[in-house]
C-alpha cells in the first residue's frame, strides 16, 4: 500500500515537471497537493530544516529519513554532491530533492571585488554579469541556492557587514539588488546554471545600534519603509525566491519573529510567493534575545510570524511536530511553510533534473570569467586624491612598495571569499611586478596589519629613500571586515598610520593605495598624502587591476558608495541626513555640528576622481510645474575638459523642502554612466515621476505632495547644478 501511494505521488510529479515555474499555477499547486497528502508530519518538517553539512552527524540516514530539506557548506564538488542527491531521490520516502546552498557573496571560484567595492562602479549591468558568473561557478559544483545578495543599507562604518551590500543609500541598494538578483537567477531557475537568490536580512539588520554586529535596531515605520525596505521591495520584483530573516532586534521584536515584516508587509503588501529561510540559529537566538523562553516557544514564534525554514537551529528539527500534536501549532502553517519550499525546488527543476552535471565545471576560472573580475576590480577603485597629477605614474620610475597588504594575498579576497584561493589570487606587488618586470619594484612590509612593532619601519624608509615614489599598500586584513567584524575604531590599524608618517617624512612622493572593507577615518593621510588610492578588496585580480590603474593602462572612474568620516565619533554619517531646525552655518555655534571636527564627510557619498576632469553646464527642466501625477525632465551637459577619455558617473539628486514628514537634504533619484573623448560633450536626462517625489506620510500611504522641489546634476551628492520646480495641488 504504502509503495503504491509512493508511486502515485512520484507518477503526478513526473507528469508536467517541464511546466515549472516560480509563481503558482494550478498545476504546480496540485503536485505539491499530492506530495503533502503524501507526507508524514516528520516528513513535513523536515523539508523545514536545513543544516550546515560539515558539521552534521549522520547525514545520510537523516535525508533517507527524510528529515532535512536543505544542505549548506557542502563540498565543492558536483560528484560529492550528486551522492547526496542521490540517498535523497533514490533512498528517501518520496524522493524529495535536497537543496544545497552556500554563501556565494562576490564570487565562487572566480572572486569579484566585495558587493560595497562593485556598487562603487555605479554598474548595475556588470554587478548582474558577475552574479551570473558566480551562479554559473556555484551551480556546477551542486549548489543551487546562494545567500546573496545582501541588501541592508548601512550608514554605520563600524559595522563589518558594510562590505556584503551597496553602502548607504536605499535607491542606489534597490538597482543593485535588482541586478544581483537577475543575475543570480537568470531568464529561468530552471536553467542548470541557475541559482536561487536569497535577498537578506530582512529587515534593517544594517542599523545595528553602535555598529556591532548582531546588536538592536530601535527605527521608525516611516524609517523602515523609506529606508530599509525599498532594496528588499527592489529584489522581491525581481523574483527572488528566498529571503533570508535577520539577527537583530526590531523594535522590540526580533526580525526572526516579526510577524509584520515577514507576513503583513512582505507576503500581504508585496506578494512574495517564495520562502523566508533563518539566519544561522536566529530562531535559538530568540531566547537570548529575551522572545522566548524555550525552544519550543521560539520556534512557535518563528513559524508564526513567516520563517518557513531553520537554518542550523534544530529548532523546527526537534519540535515541529510536538508543538503541532500538542495543539498548539495549526498543522496548516506547516502545509504552508513545506509548500513554498517545494514551490521553489520546482522550480528549480529539481525534481527533473535533481543532479549536477561534472561538465559544467569547465566554466570554473575560464578566461572570460578572469578578464570579467579584472575589469569588475579596475571600475570598482575609487581616486580620491591625487595632487599635482602625481598619478598615474611613470613605468620608468623606481619604485618602492611598501606594507604589509603589499604581498598579502588573501587580504585582496576580503570577507566571504567562497571558495576563491589565496593560490589564484594576483597581490598589488605582483601585479606591479608583472606590469613592470620582476626587478622593478623593491618591497619592503614595513609592520604587521594589526602589530604594534616598528621594527620594520627602517627598512621601509631605506627603501623609500631609494626611490623615485613609494606605494603604500595599508588598510585592513580580510576577516577584519564581513560578519563579526564591527570595529570601534576606524583609522588604519596597528601603527600603520605610523608608517605611513615615516614614509611622508623622506621626502619621498606616496601614494596610499587603500586595501579594506569599509569607509576608513584617514584626516592625517587626507591632508598629507599627495595621492590616495581606494582599491577596497578587490578578489582574484585585485594586483593587476591597481596596477592598472597605478601607471594610467586605466582611468579610474569609481564613486563612493559609503560616506569617509573624517573622524569615527561623526558616525553614523551618510549624505541623505534630515536638516534639524538648526543646521550647520558657518561659525555659529548653536548649529547641528561638533566644536572639534567639521559636520561634514572627509569625502562624500558619490565622490570619485578621474585622470581627466568633467564640466557641467546648462541645466534645463522640461516644465516649471507638474501634476502630481505627472513627470518632469531634468537635463544638463556634461564635458570632457582633460586630455584623456574617461567614465563619468552623472548623479541626479532631488529634495522636498517642505512636506507633512520632514525629508532628507538630498535623495539620489537618478545616474548615467557616460564615457566621453576627450572635448566630447554630451547631454545627460533624468526623468523624475510620482515613484521619484512621492513620500510615505504619517499614516504610512504613498502620496505626491504639493509644493516646490529642489534638483541637482552633479558629479556627487556635496555638488551639482541647482534647479527647482513646483507640484501643483
Known sequence: MLFKRQLSV????????????????????????????AMTLEEKAGQLVQYSHPDLRNA???????????????????????????????????GIPILFGFDV???????????????????????????????????????????????????????????EGAGEDPFLGAAFASARVKGFQGDSLSHPESVAACAKHFVAYGGAEGGR???????????????????????????????????????????????????????????????VVSDWNSIGELIPHGAAALPEEAGLLA?????????????????????????????????????????????????????????????????????????????????????????????????AVVGPLADNRR????????????????SVLEGIREKLGNSAAVYAKGCDVRGVSRDGFEEAMRAAGQADVVIAVL?????????????????????????????????TPVVLVLVNGRPLALPWAAEHVPAILETWQLGIQHGRAAADVLFGDANPSGKLTASFPRATGQVPIYYNHKNTGRPPRGQFRFGSTYIDCLPTPLFPFGFGLSYTAFAYAGLRLSAETILPSGSIEISAEVTNTGNRSGDEIVQLYMRDPAASVTRPVRELRGFQKIRLQPGETRTVQFTLGPNDLGLYNTRMEWVVEPGEFMVWIGQNSAEGLEGRFKVLE
Open 105 to 163: 557573496i562576490h564570487g565562487f571560484r572566480t572572486v569579484f571585488p566585495i558587493p560595497l567595492a562593485e556598487s562603487c562602479t555605479w554598474d548595475t549591468e556588470m554587478a548582474e554579469q558577475n552574479a551570473r558568473i558566480a551562479a554559473r561557478e556555484a551551480a556546477a559544483c551542486g549548489v543551487r541556492w546562494s545567500f546573496a545578495p545582501m541588501v541592508d543599507v548601512a550608514r554605520d562604518p563600524r559595522w563589518g557587514r558594510i562590505a
Open 213 to 275: 554586529d548582531y546588536n538592536t535596531v530601535d527605527c521608525s515605520e516611516l524609517t523602515l519603509r523609506n529606508c530599509y525596505l525599498p532594496p528588499f521591495r527592489a529584489a522581491v520584483d525581481a523574483g527572488a525566491a528566498t529571503l533570508m530573516s535577520a539577527f537583530n532586534d526590531l523594535n522590540g521584536v526580533p526580525a526572526s519573529a516579526n510577524a509584520f515584516t515577514l507576513t503583513t508587509i512582505l507576503r500581504q503588501e508585496w506578494g512574495f510567493e517564495g520562502f
Open 475 to 507: 588598510g585592513e586584513s580580510a576577516d577584519m571586515s564581513g560578519e563579526a567584524g564591527s570595529r570601534s575604531d576606524l583609522g588604519l590599524p596597528g601603527v600603520q598610520e605610523d608608517l605611513l608618517k615615516a614614509l611622508v617624512e623622506t621626502g
Open 10 to 37: 512520484l507518477i503526478i510529479l513526473a507528469a508536467a515537471a517541464h511546466a515549472v515555474s516560480f509563481h503558482k499555477t494550478t498545476g504546480l499547486e496540485k503536485r505539491i497537493d499530492a506530495l503533502l497528502s
Open 411 to 426: 587580504g585582496m579576497l576580503g570577507s566571504w571569499s567562497g571558495r576563491g584561493s589565496e593560490k589564484e589570487t594576483v
Open 303 to 399: 513559524i508564526r510570524a513567516g520563517v518557513d525554514m531553520d537554518m542550523e537551529g534544530g529548532v523546527y528539527d526537534r519540535h515541529l511536530a510536538g508543538l503541532v500534536r500538542s495543539g498548539k501549532l495549526d498543522s496548516a502553517l506547516v502545509d504552508l511553510a513545506v509548500r513554498r519550499i517545494l514551490r521553489v525546488k520546482f522550480a528549480l527543476g529539481l525534481f527533473d533534473n535533481p543532479y549536477t552535471d561534472p561538465s559544467l565545471a569547465r566554466s570554473i576560472l575560464s578566461q572570460s570569467h578572469l578578464n570579467q573580475a579584472l575589469e569588475s576590480a579596475r571600475r570598482s577603485i575609487v581616486l580620491l586624491k591625487n595632487e599635482k597629477d602625481l598619478l598615474p605614474l611613470n613605468k620608468k620610475a623606481s619604485i
Open 60 to 94: 545520510e540516514d537523516r535525508i533517507r529519513e527524510g528529515r532535512i530539506g536543505s544542505l549548506l557548506n557542502i563540498p565543492a564538488d558536483a560528484e560529492k554532491a550528486n551522492r547526496l542527491q542521490a540517498v535523497a531521490v533514490k533512498e528517501s520516502r518520496l
